[in-house]
């Protein structure tokens, strides 16, 4: 059974509706947050300061100001302002090289020192317990750095 030319076009012209359908589904979902995460800072407890490794940033009245290595200054600072985590019950496998964060929230005097995978989304908090960010929050929390000329 020979299909004509017209019928062939319907069936491409459907297929390729359902798969940009189906393509913008997947686009949105992936976009949101899942339900199951909470804000990593509020605004009861909201971030004044971070240091990521050698980088830092920090809240001022004028605004966020970073290292002078650090490009994209404002959008690392609101990264982390709206980052999102989830509780894990089991410590994960790790792989790559740890960053040490330093982070200092409004209204407590001392630091906290977290730990974090930037590759798997993984934070390790001064209490021991783990939390992952998700895919679609890591790699803003990435700061883009200026490069290095070195002088000899």
């Given at each position: 059974?020979?299909?004509s030319?017209?019928?062939?076009?319907t069936?491409?012209?459907?297929?390729?509706?359902l798969?940009?359908?189906?393509?913008?589904?997947i686009e949105?979902?992936s976009?949101?947050t899942p339900?199951?995460?909470q804000p990593?800072?509020?605004?009861?407890?909201?971030?004044s300061?971070?240091q990521y490794?050698?980088?830092?940033?920090?809240?001022?009245?004028s605004?966020?100001?970073?290292?002078?290595?650090?490009l994209?200054?404002?959008d690392?600072a609101n990264a982390w302002?709206?980052?999102?985590i989830s509780a894990?019950?089991?410590?994960?496998?790790?792989?790559g090289e740890?960053i040490?964060?330093?982070?200092?929230?409004?209204d407590?005097?001392d630091a906290?020192l977290?730990?974090?995978?930037?590759?798997?989304g993984l934070?390790?908090?001064?209490?021991?317990?783990w939390y992952?960010?998700?895919?679609?929050?890591?790699e803003?929390?990435?700061?883009?750095?200026?490069?290095q000329v070195n002088e000899?």
């Amino acid at each position: 059974m020979a299909l004509s030319r017209k019928k062939w076009n319907t069936i491409i012209i459907l297929a390729s509706i359902l798969m940009i359908s189906v393509l913008t589904v997947i686009e949105r979902n992936s976009q949101q947050t899942p339900m199951q995460t909470q804000p990593l800072f509020d605004k009861s407890a909201p971030l004044s300061q971070l240091q990521y490794g050698e980088l830092w940033l920090q809240k001022r009245q004028s605004g966020w100001q970073c290292s002078s290595r650090v490009l994209n200054c404002l959008d690392w600072a609101n990264a982390w302002e709206q980052v999102h985590i989830s509780a894990l019950t089991d410590k994960p496998e790790t792989s790559g090289e740890p960053i040490e964060l330093v982070i200092q929230v409004d209204d407590l005097i001392d630091a906290q020192l977290w730990i974090m995978f930037s590759e798997q989304g993984l934070l390790k908090s001064p209490s021991g317990n783990w939390y992952q960010i998700p895919p679609s929050l890591r790699e803003n929390l990435k700061p883009i750095v200026r490069g290095q000329v070195n002088e000899r």
